[in-house]
């Protein structure tokens, strides 16, 4: 339980869109159990405090800060509240994602432009405001949570999602390299069929939870939908010394989907 003793993270999008564990509430509380002080950002206050609430009820550290990642502010407000409390970072996971469905033909400028803002562009500000603390101490991991959808088609459309996605995996990759020399390491998780409040969000309203559940478990070869747990322990992989020589990459999550 001390993977990450002595860690200070910060957790973009640590609440969860509805009940029960998204990607970022899981990997919040599983940072703060191996050890991590753990700052909640999320544009809801209040996902962020039932977060932040959850690790303190376990006897863990956790703060919050509501910040909206398509402000220009963001980036510089996570880092002076990271400095303010523990004095840096040595963890930044960006897990916030929307989804908009739509091909080419049903996707507007304004729609296009909203996915690429929250999925994209709020991983490179903040990631830019964070990296000149890590610079400077030689050491800091960054994990981006893209998403299957970059290399690998649905049965339905989401066009800006998929190359959102793609072009996250791509920025982990260029901020891998330009900060190696300083042992900053950068890397990408792709979530495959995940179990998370933000499918229903975002992904499919319509259909029943059940029917739901059963259709995308029987697309994964392992027989099962990811949980946010399984999204969260690769993400503690990254996030830990345990990858200390491990940069660039991406990692599915996915049961065996693309195997
Ligand atoms: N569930 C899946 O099947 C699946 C699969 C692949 C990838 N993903 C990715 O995982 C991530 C979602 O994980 P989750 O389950 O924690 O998601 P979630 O949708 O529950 O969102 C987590 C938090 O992000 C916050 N948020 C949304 N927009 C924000 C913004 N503009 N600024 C600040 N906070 C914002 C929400 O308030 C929420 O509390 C996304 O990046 C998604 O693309 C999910």
């Given at each position: 339980m001390s993977r990450l003793a002595g860690k200070r993270a910060a957790i973009i999008g640590a609440g969860?869109?509805?009940?029960?564990?998204?990607?970022?509430k899981a990997t919040a509380v599983l940072f703060?159990?191996?050890g991590a002080k753990v700052l909640c950002v999320d544009r809801s206050q209040e996902a962020a405090e039932a977060t932040a609430e959850l690790i303190r009820g376990e006897?863990?550290?956790?703060?919050?800060?509501?910040?909206?990642?398509?402000?220009?502010q963001a980036g510089p407000q996570v880092m002076e509240r990271m400095t303010a409390l523990w004095g840096g970072i040595d963890i930044l996971d960006y897990n916030v994602g929307i989804?908009?469905?739509?091909?080419?033909?049903e996707t507007d400028d304004a729609a296009w432009a909203r996915v690429f803002?929250?999925?994209?562009?709020?991983?490179?500000?903040?990631?830019?405001a964070v990296l000149p603390a890590m610079r400077a101490q030689n050491a800091g991991s960054i994990v981006f949570v893209s998403s299957l959808a970059a290399v690998y088609s649905a049965p339905y459309s989401y066009v800006s999602y998929e190359v959102?996605?793609?072009?996250?995996?791509?920025l982990a990759k260029s901020v891998a390299r330009e900060n190696a020399p300083f042992q900053v390491r950068a890397n990408v998780l792709l979530p495959g069929v995940i179990d998370t409040p933000h499918v229903a969000a975002f992904v499919d309203s319509e259909t029943d939870a059940e029917t739901l559940a059963a259709r995308r478990a029987a697309m994964?070869?392992?027989?099962?939908?990811?949980?946010a747990w399984d999204v969260a322990r690769a993400a503690l992989f990254f996030a830990?010394?345990?990858s200390a020589y491990v940069t660039g990459i991406e990692m599915r999550v996915d049961g065996g989907l693309t195997a």
């Open positions: 969860s869109v509805g009940e029960g564990w998204g990607n970022g703060a159990r191996e006897g863990g550290t956790a703060e919050t800060l509501m910040a909206d990642v398509t402000d220009a989804s908009q469905a739509g091909g080419i033909l803002d929250i999925n994209l562009t709020g991983a490179m500000r903040v990631t830019r959102s996605k793609m072009a996250l995996v791509r994964v070869p392992m027989g099962r939908q990811g949980t830990s010394d345990e």
